[in-house]
């Protein structure tokens, strides 16, 4: 399912910028987030739940199937950084991650059109799960693209001003030159998006 709704309302109803950029920013604008009644813990649950999927940009199909897989994985983490984990390491998250693109909505754009490899082959799926080692590389035709020359320039500022670092991310290393992004670690929690309650809505699942 896509939502149809107007983004910056669905920020809204939320209470916090979901997709990242200026134009969702919830202080600008005057108008404030929605009010809700005072919740349940169902309905606090359902809305942490609410939350991530918007931020993700995930169905309710592939969010619970995130968890599933999370539930009988055998790696010793709890299910919520299982589950957590599993989402990070989405090909388009990581493209994000990486700064390659502004928004996780503008990722999966990006490797939809193919514009991405994964150890060079070429790849067309957002949703692929990369692992440690592997490399993902902006293709060479579109290097000379004026959307990604634009791109490096502003990788370069940012380099610049960050001591050489083009991402916050301590699991990707980003050649910035290259455009290539290399998966070097496995994220831990300290690297998951803070905002999103994830015990909640394991909590959710788990009834």
């Keep these: 399912m896509r939502y149809t709704w107007p983004k910056k309302k669905l920020c809204r109803r939320e209470g916090v910028n979901l997709f990242g950029t200026e134009k969702y920013d919830l202080t600008k604008g005057g108008k404030a987030p929605i009010r809700t009644r005072k919740s349940s813990e169902f309905g606090t649950q359902l809305r942490k739940k609410q939350l991530a999927k918007r931020m993700f940009g995930l169905s309710e199909k592939q969010f619970v199937s995130y968890f599933k897989k999370a539930q009988k994985s055998w790696a010793e983490w709890t299910t919520w950084e299982k589950m957590l984990r599993l989402i990070e ?116 699942y788990s009834k």
């Design 89 to 204: 390491l989405r090909l388009d998250n990581v493209v994000y991650r990486a700064n390659f693109a502004r928004t996780r909505i503008q990722s999966r754009q990006f490797v939809s059109h193919a514009h991405f490899t994964v150890n060079w082959v070429k790849v067309d799926v957002p949703s692929i799960s990369v692992k440690i080692w592997d490399v993902i590389a902006l293709r060479d035709k579109l290097k000379e693209s004026p959307l990604y020359k634009s791109l490096l320039e502003e990788l370069e500022e940012f380099s610049k001003q960050n001591k050489g670092s083009v991402s916050g991310c301590k699991w990707i290393e980003v050649d910035s030159k290259k455009l290539t992004i290399k998966i070097t670690a496995l994220p831990t929690k300290d690297d998951f998006e803070q905002i999103i309650d994830i015990q909640k809505i394991v909590e959710f």
